[in-house]
Nanobody, 124 residues
Framework: QVPLVESVGDSVQAGGSLRLSCAVS????????VGWFRQTPGRGREGVAT????????YYLDDVRGRFTISQDKAKNMVYLQMNSLKPEDAAMYFC?????????????????WGQGTQVTVSS
């Protein structure tokens, strides 16, 4: 079973919205931390949002706080990233990740597993 499978990305105009989803395998969806990261050639990889599966606590990159919302559906083993008020600088390859070492710090660890990535394009 593939640990993480992301939805297909999309292209939207600035100011628009997009929701990404991540299907998490049952063995991965335990008392864990799951999050979304993004990567661009210029900025490298950065943590965008994380959610602690057990407590439901969420954490965000300052730049997206108030615009993005990470959530989960425990019954379906799904994690979502709702992105509103998108900006051109939000354009990136987005990755779902699980097994993060420090949820509150949006940090990866040695046991982090990654999805295949999905492209988000934001046009001005």
């Amino acid at each position: 079973q593939v640990p993480l499978v992301e939805s297909v990305g999309d292209s939207v105009q600035a100011g628009g919205s997009l929701r990404l989803s991540c299907a998490v395998s049952s063995t991965t969806y335990t008392n864990n931390c799951v999050g979304w990261f993004r990567q661009t050639p210029g900025r490298g990889r950065e943590g965008v949002a994380t959610i602690a599966i057990g407590s439901g606590n969420t954490y965000y990159l300052d730049d997206v706080r108030g615009r993005f919302t990470i959530s989960q559906d425990k019954a379906k083993n799904m994690v979502y990233l709702q992105m509103n008020s998108l900006k051109p600088e939000d354009a990136a390859m987005y990755f779902c990740a699980a097994g993060l070492s420090r949820c509150w710090a949006l940090s990866v660890g040695g046991s982090t597993v990654w999805g295949q990535g999905t492209q988000v394009t934001v046009s001005s």
